[in-house]
């Protein structure tokens, strides 16, 4: 081989080398964009606000309908006032009254075991975003909620709105948060579909006899009647 051809061929590797280093390193700003993506606590849950005994005080919500536009495949609801709850599955048949926020922005409670309340701050059941729908586990008595850890995914729930119209919805889950840490974005954060949420306590510690914990149970509207 020449000197020429030497010449030319190390060339060629050198550049050969160049090209797979530069793609190396766009290969691993892409991987540490992603990494950035997954950890920049966009889908953490929000920073927990303050315990309370109570089924739902736990949480300070901030619910209005959600502002991003329906797709046409979602199946929504119009506004309509909740009056009655019904969960065949652990056969709750209740009233619902209104409840809005205590002084300290903490969300108000029934003041007894029966009925059921709708935070009248949120969505109506039915329409974009999420309903919400309180209860005591306890209260003196077992309450309305007594049962609530006993619904499974595909349950039905149906609330009957003042329009005369019946909002159905299937469970999507059931979970258990520390009241401590309650995700409140998580719970009463913006939704692309009409959701449900019911709250209550959970986590009795038979030392303090109070609740640590607040049990959420998900769900979507699935039909209307």
Sequence with gaps: MTTNELTRERVRRRRVWLLVAAAAALVA???????TGLLDGSGSAAKSPRASAEPTSSASPSVTPSSAPAQAET??????????LLIPAIRVDTELMDLGLQKDGTLEVPPGGFPAGWFKGAPTPGELGPAIIVGHVRFETPGVFARLTDLRPDDPINVVRKDGRTARFVVTRVDHFEKSRFPTRKVYGNLDHAGLRLITCGGLDATTNRFDENIVVFAELASEA
Aim: proline content about 12%.
């Design 29 to 35: 700003v892409a991987f540490a964009a992603m990494a």
């Design 75 to 84: 199946l929504t609801m119009p506004k309509s006032v909740p009056v009655r």
